[in-house]
């Protein structure tokens, strides 16, 4: 008994030994396996967010008619913001060095006066996107940008934006084909602005505006908004639609504007069929 205590006492470090080389595989192995773990995590969140990036770009005008190929280095220069109803995204006259596109929410564009009055120049929805100027000229903001409500950008910012437009023409002529859009849209507006009158620019309001919804063709703004979006008193806006009304051109609600007969619309617009 005791010489077999002996040798088992001799033999049991050498056991220890030989499973030494086996139990250090095993850890590198499992260690292994939780760094892989972690960097798969970590690229598939990426992929995620370069993937709804990608999606989020090839919806945009501005980029209609490029391929994934041409996007998605772009796509991966994208980081998201998400804004609070009321923050002040851009201020007019600040430095600009990104553009913004929208996933979720709604913006304004605004012009401020010293006195607190503001000029609605536009309303932007999901798949919208602002800003596009500073990417070319850095110049100070021409305008200022307010979330309405909780709001999801995607941010592209100036210098990875301009090294791909060298190296893509097609990425060139897409913007150049934006700015002209919005360059017209702009000079519509003035024009509408100094010889319009404030039914002919209510009237194009509403119809640029209006969506199918299960009640009909409706217009989600309120009185005070449009009246801040054409120049116009709340009041004013409001005597207008009151005679819309009277005549069955519309349907006023408290939470939208129902364009009952938009051909009635149209005409007062000043758009002809044809």
């Known amino acids: 008994m005791i010489v077999g205590r002996a040798v088992s006492e001799q033999t049991a470090p050498h056991d220890a030994l030989r499973s030494m080389p086996r139990r250090c595989t095993m850890l590198w192995h499992t260690l292994l396996g939780e760094a892989m773990t972690r960097i798969m995590l970590a690229q598939s969140e990426t992929d995620e967010g370069t993937r709804e990036a990608l999606t989020a770009l090839r919806r945009l005008q501005l980029f209609a008619g490029l391929d994934a190929d041409a996007l998605l280095p772009l796509a991966r220069q994208l980081h998201g913001r998400r804004c609070r109803a009321g923050e002040r995204i851009v201020e007019r006259e600040e430095r600009g060095g990104a553009a913004y596109v929208i996933l979720r929410g709604r913006v304004q564009v605004v012009l401020e006066s010293a ?160």
């Open 115 to 274: 006195g607190g009055q503001q000029f609605i120049l536009a309303q932007l929805n999901a798949g919208d996107h602002f800003g596009e100027m500073a990417l070319l000229d850095a110049e100070p903001r021409s305008a200022t940008v307010v979330a309405v409500e909780e709001t999801d950008l995607l941010v592209l910012q100036r210098e990875p934006f301009l090294l791909e437009l060298e190296r893509r023409p097609a990425l060139m002529r897409a913007l150049l084909v934006a700015l002209s859009r919005r360059l017209r849209a702009a000079n519509a507006q003035v024009g509408l602005l100094a010889f319009g009158d404030a039914s002919v620019r209510l009237a194009r309001l509403l119809l640029e505006h209006a969506a199918e919804t299960p009640e009909g063709l409706a217009v989600t703004l309120h009185q005070e908004t449009m009246g801040e979006m054409t120049g116009a008193t709340r009041q004013t806006v409001a005597r207008i639609l009151g005679r819309w009304r009277a005549l069955g051109h519309v349907q006023t609600a408290r939470r939208a504007t129902l364009v009952l007969r938009p051909e009635a619309i149209a005409a007062v617009a000043g758009f002809r069929e044809g």
